[in-house]
């Protein structure tokens, strides 16, 4: 399988016969002092739940220097765009509405930087939404994750008594490798049920470190699931501010 950045180079080979420009047109620096922030939505599935975050980035930002967009930099000897991820994604999960946000020199509408990324993406990877975010807004930050997985018929049974039993605990008591304490994870399994073949579990995001959806299939003896070909979807992530908008919109 080709890796991302090949990918890439494939694309753009047969869109123009000839690679994009390297850069945004700014050298590389930050010239401007006023920044737009834009907020993207987009899903990363199938063979690309294998690439790392690490690689994704990079690709990501080649991917947005073809796609001409005004990328704003950082200062230093060793400028970057300003791209930033509110809550990676680990090796191995599709995500199927991640949120990046980026700073761009120039003002662009979202459907413009919509039309301008479709023509340089991959298989796998599709741009959803893009937002202009108000001057002064906070940068996103994750309220709760949706996460979800198939379970095979002859399972069903089992996971549902497991679900039962984990519910009625008062306390979600895990050790953590590398910590001299345990800690009460309880508070943040907001929701976990089987709908038919489905697995769903709601999990809060805590700053300080929050459960892992593999250790929820671990307590309910499902840790086996992601060996014999079944795969995790983050299906979806809620930020505080989608929070707040639909309090105010009730």
């Known amino acids: 399988m080709l890796s991302f950045a090949e990918q890439l180079d494939q694309v753009d080979q047969q869109l123009n016969g000839k690679r994009g420009p390297s850069a945004s047109g700014s050298g590389g620096k930050d010239r401007c002092t006023v920044r737009h922030r834009v907020r993207i939505r987009f ?40 791209i930033s991820f509110p809550l990676a994604l680990a090796l191995g999960i599709e995500g199927r509405c991640e949120v990046l ?26 741009f959803l939404s893009a937002e202009v975010v108000p001057p002064g807004a906070a940068k996103a930050r994750v309220e709760r994750v949706v996460y979800a997985i198939s379970v095979p018929d002859n399972r ?39 709908q038919n073949n489905l697995l769903r579990m709601t999990i809060r995001i805590d700053p300080h470190g929050s459960i892992h959806p593999r250790d929820v299939l671990r307590l309910l003896g499902l840790d086996d699931l992601e060996a014999e070909g079944y795969f995790l979807v983050r299906a979806n992530v809620e930020l505080a501010s989608e929070k707040q908008r639909r309090k105010g919109d009730e």
């Open 43 to 82: 899903s990363k599935s199938g063979d690309l739940r294998f690439i790392g975050h690490h690689d994704l980035v990079r690709a990501l930002e080649r991917l947005f220097r073809r796609a001409q967009l005004p990328l704003a930099f950082s200062q230093g000897f060793h400028p970057k765009p300003r």
């Open 101 to 126: 946000e980026l700073d761009l020199t120039e003002v662009l509408s979202g459907e413009e930087i919509l039309a301008r990324l479709a023509g340089h993406t991959i298989p796998g990877l599709q």
């Open 156 to 194: 069903l049974d089992a996971v549902q008594v497991r679900i039962q039993e984990l519910c009625r605990r008062s306390e979600l008591v895990l050790e953590r490798e590398g910590r001299t304490s345990s800690r009460d994870y309880r508070s943040q399994l907001e929701n976990l049920c089987l």
